[in-house]
């Protein structure tokens, strides 16, 4: 036997496993891989192959475990060796207030206390067991003392390391149990219910569902196939770990391995806490995974200690929770909207309700079948979410409060503007009027030109609009162009002072650039940046016009839909003309190829540390988008170094070289304003 086993390429297999931890873990936690993804493949198929081949090698330690195991038959419950307890509610800057004198009176002091700051990820807390450096066990929160056993999923989660890292040698400990929260980002919620869609599935109502449903899976080769992530943020019962702060369990748990939060801040005073609950609020909404509130932790350990728990959750900690996003209301009407376009769109008419501070009267239905999905009803109890500027948005009914006198919804046949037919296309999940001169189409289309990313013309806002069309005095874009002081002051309260005002927006409205006015065209499927790259590609109308769908479709970002759809718009005589006559009012168009190139075009980056609020891997598209690229070491050619936290040797050669140094604040405002460097 002995010899066999002799014959075994047991450091093939050990090498291979080496390098594949490694490579995850530069991928997964550092977000800065050495290799492609193919060559990662190929690795780990030589090394699933040599593991089949010889299963007296194999160990739950492999990469390859990451695929799945056999499906369980149900769930085993565990016994947590130290409870996992919650955390306790703040709602406002009083609660933190109170829990800081809380505090201090419990500790009989005075003294300023030093807090921890940290993002409250909205997913699924766990608790991992590493014994002699091996991930042994994995388990759910479950009621707090007992868990669900669900080690074979946990282990198909690629950020979560099956061994412990030891750098410089540090000592591996006899037993280390982390926790952290398991979650779903919204990139992977988006894919995933697509997923489900075209395979006939239920849809996830959330991220936090999505996480749940996948962690709870008998069969770890599902797992294996959603895309969940760990942030981890504590310790439980652990061996041979010295540390004096919540803040070095962090910075140890992040050398063993496990992808920490990049947000969390430390050595705050509560003043500082409340500081950066306000910080990582507004940040809230372009964090590719969904958070709830932020969690503030006594970051001494030993006052940790002396301050013990309640039952329920520590005293040393307290989760000060954002606003609610999502309340529920009656659904008093659904109103059919007339777009740009033609499309008709559903429209909530809600009983006022506030959501995180603002009055919520409307929600957006999007069409018929998203209605007929989620079973809405005029008269029905629904709960409504909004997040950010986004138009607020009905989750689901409560089903519960339903009382049978609710009414069905249905599309109508006719426009309910101009009452022409409507018609739904095959394979389209929109009903248009198809009549371009209905009034409701050509109010939209004039907003949409003289909106701020089009011909940005001051005072012309909606009611001014409504004004022109219903009274006739534009039919289309181009009248703008032919307004006068006669036109304007024949209209309801428009005085002589604000139709000058008027008159002078459009004066200067008349110098454009080729991009905007693209945009401002409003043909279907061309949004700002498509505008941008077909005003970077053809030189002018004539080239744009003249040119087939195959041809259009060729240029990188556009897509056949929209390709047919602009070679369409320029087969209309109409639109034609409508250009024409506002090129002839006197608009002139700036061809330049400067002002239409991206605000990175031609510009070297490299980046460099820790970075917040995106990752490497985004923040290079970003520059790949706007027609800059990314090189890895700095040399003379680098135009900027984006250098984030912890930033080393590449932050000095670029200051050797006299390498402008940006931080991701300015990277930000650089993308949001468009502005060329410099
Ligand atoms: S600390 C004893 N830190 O919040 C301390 N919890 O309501 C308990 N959570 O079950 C946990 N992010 O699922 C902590 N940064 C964070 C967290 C966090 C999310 C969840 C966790 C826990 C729940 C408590």
Known sequence: MQKHIDKLPVSKIELLRKKLHKHNYLYYIKDDPEISDSEYDRMMKELIGLEKTYPDLSSPDSPSMRVGAPPLSTFVTTEHSIPMLSLDNAFDDNDLLEFDKRIKKNLNTSDEILYTAEPKLDG?????????????????????????????????????????????????????????????????????????????????????????????????????????????????????????????????????????????????????????????????????????????????????????????????????????????????????????????????????????????TRATLHNEDEIKRKDIKTGDTVLVQRAGDVIPEIVKVIDSMRTGNEKTFSMPAKCPVCGTEVVREKNEAVARCVNTNCPAQVKERLKHFASKAAFDIEGLGDKLVEQLVEKKICTSCADIFYLNMEKLKALDRMGELSAKNIIKAIEKSKKISFSRFIYGLGIRHVGENMAKILAKKYKNFDELASRHPEEIEAVEGIGPVAAESIFNYFRQDKNLKIINRIIESGVTVVYDSIKTKGAFEGKTFVITGTLETWTRNQVKKIIEFAGGHVSSSVSRKTNYLIAGKSAGSKLVSAKTLGVKIINEEIFQKILETSTELE
Request: some cysteine; proline content about 4%.
């Open 124 to 360: 699924l807390a766990v608790e991992l067991v590493y014994e002699n450096g091996s991930l042994t066990k994995a388990s759910t929160r479950g009621d707090g003392t007992k868990g669900e056993l669900i080690t074979e999923n946990i282990r198909t989660i690629r950020s979560v390391p099956l061994i412990l890292q030891t750098p410089n040698g540090i000592k591996t400990p006899d037993l280390l149990e982390v926790r952290g929260e398991v979650f779903i980002g919204h990139a992977g919620f988006k894919k995933l219910n697509q997923n489900q869609l075209a395979n006939n599935l239920n849809i996830f109502a959330n991220p936090r569902n999505a996480a749940a449903g996948s962690l709870r899976q008998l069969n770890s080769k599902i797992t294996a196939k959603r895309p969940l992530g760990i942030f981890s943020y504590g310790i439980g019962k652990t061996t041979d770990i010295l540390a004096e702060s919540h803040w070095e369990y962090l910075c140890i748990l992040k050398k063993f391995g496990f992808r920490i939060n990049p947000l969390i801040k430390s050595g705050l005073t509560i003043k500082g806490a409340i500081e950066c609950y306000k910080k990582i609020s507004e940040k809230r909404d372009f964090l590719p995974y969904d958070i709830d509130g932020v969690v503030i932790k006594v970051d001494s350990l030993k006052l940790q200690q002396l301050l013990g728990a309640t039952s329920r959750s520590p005293r040393w900690a307290i989760a000060y929770k954002f606003a609610a996003v999502q309340e529920t209301t009656k659904l008093i009407n659904i109103e059919v909207q007339v777009g740009r376009t033609g499309a008709l769109t559903p429209v909530a008419i809600l009983a006022p309700v506030n959501i995180a501070g603002v009055n919520v």
